[in-house]
T-cell receptor, first 113, second 112 residues
Framework: QQQVKQSPQSLIVQKGGISIINCAYENTAFDYFPWYQQFPGKGPALLIAIRPDVSEKKEGRFTISFNKSAKQFSLHIMDSQPGDSATYFCAASSGAGSYQLTFGKGTKLSVIP | NAGVTQTPKFQVLKTGQSMTLQCAQDMNHEYMSWYRQDPGMGLRLIHYSVGAGITDQGEVPNGYNVSRSTTEDFPLRLLSAAPSQTSVYFC???????????FGPGTRLTVT
């Protein structure tokens, strides 16, 4: 059973456009939602994260929007740049002291000039 | 700090061979974990450890063993490699901020 569903699988955006990646979760015990960015040949790296007590978090060109009632969250990349081309993973964790992350299947973003 | 290091970077095994993937971190993190990454499957947790001497299974533990004798090291053992274990393996560590896991550069394993 896949607990975090991510879409789309791949995304092509023009430079300067907005990239949007969506995730939905089933487990209501999840209480932390990070996004990881992975460049080819590298390990994933934490990009931005949100708790369900806020509806939006912004860091530079990256914004997470969170809808608790719909059990959905999304990553928006404003003014997308070719350097943003990477694979993005949403994830979720639950429970006090829990270190386990459940990842979505990933979205390969290509930003074309 | 070197962060999380993994060796080897690449490995080719024949079916039935055994090997150990090494992982070390120099950040004094208590939590360490192993993931495998397969195309279209995301990252799946194999085993994890919340401290020296403590390990537990993740989502896909079959065919893999782990031990944690020190805070720094968390090796992953394949006792009898199978083609289904062809994958990219990532080790990660974390301090108390539970979502912030630091990943190593990965080991690409091919089993023929």
């Amino acid at each position: 059973q896949q607990q975090v569903k991510q879409s789309p699988q791949s995304l092509i955006v023009q430079k300067g456009g907005i990239s949007i990646i969506n995730c939905a979760y089933e487990n209501t015990a999840f209480d932390y939602f990070p996004w990881y960015q992975q460049f080819p040949g590298k390990g994933p790296a934490l990009l931005i994260a949100i708790r369900p007590d806020v509806s939006e978090k912004k860091e530079g060109r990256f914004t997470i929007s969170f809808n608790k009632s719909a059990k959905q969250f999304s990553l928006h990349i404003m003014d997308s740049q070719p350097g943003d081309s990477a694979t993005y993973f949403c994830a979720a964790s639950s429970g006090a002291g829990s270190y386990q992350l459940t990842f979505g299947k990933g979205t390969k973003l290509s930003v074309i000039p | 700090n070197a962060g999380v290091t993994q060796t080897p970077k690449f490995q080719v095994l024949k079916t039935g061979q055994s090997m150990t993937l090494q992982c070390a971190q120099d950040m004094n993190h208590e939590y360490m974990s192993w993931y495998r990454q397969d195309p279209g499957m995301g990252l799946r947790l194999i085993h994890y450890s919340v401290g020296a001497g403590i390990t537990d299974q993740g989502e896909v533990p079959n065919g893999y063993n782990v031990s944690r004798s020190t805070t720094e090291d968390f090796p992953l053992r394949l006792l009898s490699a199978a083609p289904s274990q062809t994958s990219v393996y990532f080790c990660a560590s974390s301090s108390g901020v539970r979502h912030e896991q630091y990943f190593g550069p990965g080991t690409r394993l091919t089993v023929t």
